[in-house]
């Protein structure tokens, strides 16, 4: 059983740039949650897909979007990338109708994002 | 809406000493209530979980928590602290649903001194 891989583990852009990450969940996972870990906070929720589509977001404006793929992989993307997006970016994949509470809510390592 | 605060942003300890690490929640449903652990550049692992069932949960590693919905508290503890132990501990929060997410606290860092 595979766990949540998360890449690139570190990147660097500018502001003002586009990045995108991505998260491959965990085998037998149909859902995916994104969040970001700001330097000494707790994690944000951004959003999470489940079949393909955006069914739940916190308070990250539009330039964050995401896909889901039908192999249940997403992608986080970011648009005109501002100095306050410097973050971790953690995904969790999990069972449709279990959420966190369900087993094998998971975590993967994170991608950390440099806005420089 | 739902929320939860840690207590102390730094808990320092001896090896071998309790480990108690505070966490309040607010909830406006019955909550389901998490403790994660972060090391150094790693993501975030899970500790123990309450779900409504025994108010007493065991996790891994010696680690303990108890639900006392009187006190509107999930406190975690360890009866001896290991070097190992020293990293990053998050108390979450999220409802019965099952397309809830979790929200955080800030995290409180546990330091364990020899």
């Known amino acids: 059983e595979t766990g949540v891989t998360q890449s690139p583990t570190h990147l660097i852009k500018t502001r003002g740039q586009q990045v995108t990450l991505r998260c491959s969940s965990q085998?037998?996972?149909?859902?995916v949650s994104w969040y970001q870990q700001a330097l000494g906070q707790g994690p944000q929720f951004i959003f999470q897909?489940?079949?393909?589509?955006?069914?739940g977001r916190g308070n990250f404006p539009p330039r964050f979007s995401g896909l889901q793929f039908p192999n249940y992989s997403s992608e986080l993307n970011v648009n005109a990338l501002e100095l306050d997006d410097s973050a971790l970016y953690l995904c969790?994949?999990?069972?449709?109708?279990?959420?966190?509470?369900?087993?094998?809510?998971?975590f993967g390592s994170g991608t950390r994002l440099t806005v420089v | 809406a739902q929320s939860v605060t840690q207590l102390g942003s730094h808990v320092s300890v001896s090896e071998g000493a309790l480990v108690l690490l505070r966490c309040n929640y607010s909830?406006?449903?019955?909550?389901?209530l998490f403790w994660y652990v972060q090391y150094p550049n790693q993501g975030l692992q899970l500790l123990l979980k309450?779900?409504?069932?025994?108010?007493l949960v065991k996790g891994i590693n010696g680690f303990e928590a108890e639900f006392k919905k009187s006190e509107t508290s999930f406190h975690l503890t360890k009866p001896s602290a290991h070097m190992s132990d020293a990293a990053e501990y998050f108390c979450?929060?999220?409802?019965?649903?099952?397309?809830?997410?979790?929200?955080f606290g800030k995290g409180t860092m546990l330091l364990v001194s020899p």
């Open positions: 909830s406006s449903v019955p909550p389901y």
């Open positions: 085998s037998g996972h149909n859902t």
């Open positions: 897909y489940y079949r393909e589509e955006e069914n």
């Open positions: 979450a929060v999220t409802t019965n649903s099952g397309y809830s997410t979790l929200t």
């Open positions: 969790a994949s999990s069972l449709a109708g279990q959420g966190p509470s369900g087993y094998g809510y998971t």
């Open positions: 309450y779900t409504s069932a025994a108010t």
